[in-house]
């Protein structure tokens, strides 16, 4: 059953990500460089957003079998309108980076935090509950939408605004279909007592500051890059950052597979060493494979996927490849350590990705060395990571 389930999982995800990107290169074929640059400073925002809604996601998984539902319910609407009345705050700080003159796109943008508690707490109990049909269909409904939403809204004329509609329709739509697939199991789940929620706050925390780290190493850049830059040049780097994160997301489907099992054996360490050489291996094919690729034909895929209006952003897809690798191999070493339970994932993403920001921000003179700040910082944090993991390996056996 888990084999079946991980496959049916890893395809649905494999789809996810197939129409995720191809709603990059759908909007990157309708909109020039500076509008281009500009969706993508909004979804670097929606990848942060992502990091509080997976860290809620993450605790009502190791939560919903101690708390009670309704009251995990009645949290998730309390979560939602103060997350919404804080973005909505935020709002000059996230213009000024975004370079946005336009307000009613940060308004329309932010009508995603609406539909994102709640449904996150459908699907978590989804997976809570070993139900992954379910889980599978959401995660490959939401972006097929996206992409096909955005699509007709391009093809209206509606530019920019079509592209970031798009993003809450699809919102709102699989929030409905959430709630649609857990119905039937709500009625099974027994009421409890409402609980002490210290527990669950302090597992939210350590979550969220492990993926905060990791989120903001490949979406502070793009963020950073719409600051210092023209934007056009945005768009290029956004084009360049896009391209790259094939070989990262590639990657991250192998460790929803490789993580669970790492849980499962942390007490073998013979099968734990095992598995985790074995999907440092898969994920190193992975990476051989884009690096071949970017380094070879780097013309022909920026032709492809963005059409000559973006040819300028073929020399730094390489380099910006090799940062996706170092950064696959350090979210390997991260996962391991979570599974572990151990704290140092947390601080380590933390420090690195500060390290990152500070880099770009003393020494941004043009896009590659944006690209080299991040090598460099990955490149530490890797290094550190697999002492940690050694470490472990020996203090095991």
């Known amino acids: ?38 969706l993508e400073g909004f979804i670097a ?9 997976s860290s809620f996601s993450l605790s009502i998984i190791n939560a919903v079998d101690r708390i009670d539902f309704h009251q995990l319910q009645r949290l998730s609407f309390k979560l939602t309108l103060i997350a919404w009345l804080i973005f909505l705050l935020f709002y000059p700080l996230f213009s000024s980076l975004l370079q946005l003159n336009k307000p009613y796109l940060f308004l329309i943008f932010s009508l995603q935090i609406l539909f994102a508690f709640v449904p996150t707490l459908y699907v978590a109990i989804l997976q809570a509950k070993l139900k992954f049909k379910q889980f599978a269909i959401l995660n490959f409904f939401s972006p097929f939408i996206k992409t096909l939403t955005a699509f007709f809204l391009l093809l209206l004329g509606l530019k920019i605004s079509g592209a970031i509609a798009s993003l809450v329709i699809s919102s709102f739509l699989a929030a409905c279909l959430s709630y649609w697939l857990v119905r039937p199991f709500l009625k099974k789940i027994p009421a409890k007592t409402p609980a002490n929620l210290t527990a669950f706050w302090s597992f939210s925390s350590l979550s969220f500051i492990t993926l905060l780290g990791l989120t903001s190493l490949y979406v ?28 990262f997301f ?4 192998v460790l929803t597979v490789s993580f669970p099992v790492f849980v499962k054996q942390k007490t073998e360490a013979v099968k734990l060493k095992n598995s985790f050489f074995q999907t440092a ?12 690729g970017y380094q ?52 380590l993403a933390g420090l690195t990705a500060i390290c990152q920001l500070g880099l770009i921000v003393a020494r941004h003179q043009n896009l590659l060395a944006i690209i080299q700040n991040s090598i460099l910082a990955v490149s530490v944090g ?7 993991s050694i470490k472990h390996f020996y203090a095991k056996t």
Not at 9 to 27: D, E, K, R
């Open 296 to 347: 070879l034909f780097p013309q022909p895929i920026i032709s492809l996927l963005y059409g000559s209006a973006y040819y300028s952003a073929a020399p730094f897809l390489f380099p910006f490849a090799v940062f996706m690798v170092i950064f696959s191999f350090f979210n390997l070493n991260l996962q391991f350590l979570l599974a572990l339970s151990q704290k140092a994932a947390g601080w």
């Open 220 to 247: 502070s850049d793009i963020l950073l890059v719409r600051f210092f830059f023209p934007a056009d040049l945005s768009g290029i780097y956004a084009a360049v950052s896009v391209i790259g994160k094939i070989v």
């Open 281 to 292: 291996g898969l994920i190193g094919l992975i990476s051989l494979a884009g690096l071949i």
């Open 45 to 53: 925002l929606n990848y942060l957003l992502a990091v509080i809604i």
């Open 1 to 38: 059953m888990i084999f079946t389930n991980s496959l049916l999982v890893l395809a649905a995800t494999i789809f996810g990500h197939f129409f995720n990107y191809l709603f990059h290169f759908v909007t990157g074929r309708f909109l020039p460089p500076d509008q281009y640059g500009l």
């Open 382 to 388: 890797l290094l550190i990571s697999i002492i940690f």
């Open 250 to 253: 590639i990657s991250a489907t």
